[in-house]
């Protein structure tokens, strides 16, 4: 099991984005570093073809035994999964080894990005510490539809999905100027998910 404390007030989070081509893995990256450090963009191809990490320490985040402490955030960003580049055998490859190198014992949470106005039809996704992070919720919003209303009407492998995660879900729009106000409320509950999991890590399985 890895440690959750870098030292006594610095808590670590660190985050893996998964999810599809496209969906907005970078972005949410961005948000959650309040940075523009991964580069993003419209593709019918890929725009991150390698994995990447990044890292931010946020002064005085959190309190931790009545005190102040820190939040040492790193988050790798990967290419999108599955992607006609490559073979899926490679791509895990790849990844599990980039996790290997940047988290020692895995990380803490899973941040699965689905763009939340498309029709989501993969199948097989069974994580536990995992969050799932809806983009382009702003198109949502934009058809006056109540975000969590349109979820109840998920059919399918999107339904599948969100029980499975037991409905951790977090609507994100990514192209809000706002980087840092959009992404705190989202680190904080990728936060509030490590400390419920007593900041354990997650292994990662690469055998299927
Ligand atoms: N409106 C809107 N656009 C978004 C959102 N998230 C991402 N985008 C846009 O969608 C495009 C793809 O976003 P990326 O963050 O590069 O997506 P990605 O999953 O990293 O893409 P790949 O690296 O190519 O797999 C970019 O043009 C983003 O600006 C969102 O929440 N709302
Ligand atoms: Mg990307």
Known sequence: ??????????????????GTLQSGKSSTGNMLLGSRDFRTGLSLGAVTRDCQLRRRVFPAFLR??????????RVLDTPGYPNSLRSPGIEKQIVAEAVK????????????????DVPFCEDGHHLSHA???????????????????????????????????????HFVENSSPWLQMEGKPLLE???????????????????E
């Open 131 to 169: 969050m799932l992070v809806l983009s382009h919720a702003g198109n949502v919003d934009q058809a006056g539809v109540d975000r969590e209303e349109y979820l109840r009407l998920a059919t399918g492998p999107f339904h599948a999905l969100l029980t499975s995660l037991e409905h951790r879900h």
């Open 101 to 116: 190198q940047a988290f020692a014992g895995g990380p803490h949470i899973v941040a699965l990005v689905v763009r939340v």
């Open 1 to 18: 099991m890895g440690t959750d404390l870098v030292e006594s007030q610095t808590v670590a989070l660190d985050v893996l984005l998964l």
């Open 64 to 73: 931790r035994h009545g005190d102040k402490a820190s939040l040492d955030l």
């Open 189 to 207: 509950r990728l936060l509030l998910l490590s400390r419920r999991n007593q900041y354990r890590r997650l292994q990662l399985r690469v055998s």
